[in-house]
């Protein structure tokens, strides 16, 4: 496939309490024998995604040790390889990722090194089945600088906890408010996003000069 990946797997939730006290969201046991990082993991596989980076920070110990058996997903280094980056010190930075651009801005050597032009970018705790080809097809069709997979929600549903988004009849994004108070829509952003990656270089390096963090 002409993209790499990039997993964002070092949050935490309040809503989950005891469930995520001792690990992160994307080591959260699902089905017994899962872990939820491995459904993302599986879909970049699946949609010959070979070269993938994995961003963990909050109680990384469980979804580290999990990472380590990357031979489950097939990846491997002559195709591209499974990457896990944690926050590190360096004489340059004594901080940890403090937030997802950041998280992506201390790592910027792993996006330059590669080749492919295209990036995937997906949160690590998902359950759901995709084949990002798809995703990506669409994005070049559409001539996009970034492209955003939504779900139409229910109208019942409260999607306050997510990015909101509206668009026109031609599927381009008019509004995106992440987490507001009162949504006046009921489309949500899934966390799954694709983006050329010399302009992702540029976002990161322009967020980084202006102080802003968070994705």
Known sequence: MRAIGIILAGGNSNRMKELTKKRAIAAMPVAGSYRSIDFALSNMTNSQIQK????TQFNGKSLNEHLNSSKWWNFGRKQGGLYVFNP???PDNSSWYLGTADSIYQNLSFLKSGHEPYVVITAGDGVYKMDYNDVLEYHIQKKADITVVVK????DEDVTRFGVVKMNEDSRITDFEEKPMFATSHTVSVGVYVI?????IDLIEKCAQEGRHDW
């Open 52 to 55: 993938v980076a994995v961003l």
């Open 88 to 90: 590190m010190i360096t």
């Open 196 to 200: 050329r990656r010399r302009l992702l």
């Open 152 to 155: 139409d929600m229910p109208e």
